[in-house]
């Protein structure tokens, strides 16, 4: 029935797109890849500029017209780099809290995710409407009290805070309650019980094999969030060994100097991570944020 249905869906869509050919025509089908194509090119451009910058001293970058092609200062920009700050360390402690958050939240929320869509309880409605409740809360509100619950717990300049809080968060539980309650059918699940199977090994033998493409986005998502995340980091740590990349390099303009191609340098080797994880996961991050539409047809 699935298949009939999302055939029929692909059928309505190469039809609709026969038809807008048509109607468009070689003329407007040209005109149209002329305006995406530059309009891809408009938005590539800063990141062309960032690399170009990274090559570049001060002075030639606020040069009018400013430089389009690469320059000689690459090494000279990298060597003040590393001289300004523990580059290579900060780059780490980010992808290393990064990745151990972002494990956790695929964990925790996938778990949550899992409880809400198919257990039945007395209050899940009303717990889950709760829990959708705060995201509506402005996380600016809970950064003092979260600052006095770390330092009661002994955690200030500790990469637990940056870690732990947030393990189980609204977004990632909603996200995949949703998934697992249209992927998985009841039926399913009831079969492997009749069979003998705990609720553990149901959620990571049959529901975690089909929610790849769910946890891939959400895991993206939560990747980049944590990646740039600045206000709580630098609240929390105060030592300069464990201070993650957005921290580390906000101390550049503030304390070092203003050498403008050093700043372009280490923004683009923070930029460089985020951009090879979401292109090594994109095509999972896509399928992942259209299958509730394909299957909704």
């Known amino acids: ?57 001060s002075a030639d970058i606020l040069r009018v017209p400013p430089p389009l092609w690469f320059g000689n200062a690459f090494w000279k920009n990298y060597e003040d780099l590393l001289a300004a700050l523990p580059f290579w360390n900060s780059l780490w402690n980010s992808v290393a809290i990064a990745t151990i958050h972002t494990a956790l939240v695929l964990f925790f929320c ?38 006095v619950i770390m330092r009661t717990l002994g955690w200030i300049d500790t990469w637990n805070p940056l870690i732990i809080p947030g393990i189980a968060n609204a977004f990632g539980i909603f ?26 090994r149901i959620y990571w033998n049959i529901v975690v094999p ?18 740039n995340e600045f206000q709580f980091p630098l609240l929390i740590l105060k030592q300069e060994e464990k201070y993650t990349l957005p921290v580390a390099l906000s101390t550049l303009r503030s304390l070092r100097g203003t050498e403008i191609g050093v700043q372009i340098l280490g923004a683009a080797g923070a930029i460089v991570p985020i951009l090879t994880v979401f292109i090594l996961a994109s095509r999972q991050f896509m399928s992942g944020l259209t299958a509730g539409a394909v299957k909704g047809t």
Do not use: C
């Not at 409880?115 to 409740?133: E, I, W, Y």
């Not at 089909?210 to 990646?227: C, E, M, N, Q, Y």
């Open 210 to 227: 089909v929610i790849v493409p769910a946890l891939a986005a959400l895991a993206i998502l939560t990747f980049l969030g944590k990646w």
């Open 175 to 200: 996200w995949m309650r949703q998934y697992i309650a249209q992927a998985i059918p009841d039926d399913l699940i009831d079969a492997a019980r009749i069979d003998g199977a705990h609720e553990f």
């Open 1 to 57: 029935m699935a298949t009939t249905t999302q055939s029929r869906a692909t059928v309505r869509s190469v039809r609709r797109r026969s038809q807008r050919d048509q109607l468009m025509g070689p003329f407007g089908m040209a005109a149209l890849y002329v305006v995406l194509t530059l309009g891809a090119l408009v938005t590539a451009f800063p990141f062309y500029f960032m690399l170009v910058g990274s090559t570049l001293r």
């Open 110 to 147: 996938s778990l949550g995710g899992y409880g809400f869509a198919k257990f039945r309880f007395p209050g899940r409605n009303t717990l889950f409407g709760f829990l959708l409740a705060t995201l509506m809360v402005p996380g600016v509100l809970g950064l003092i009290p979260s600052f």
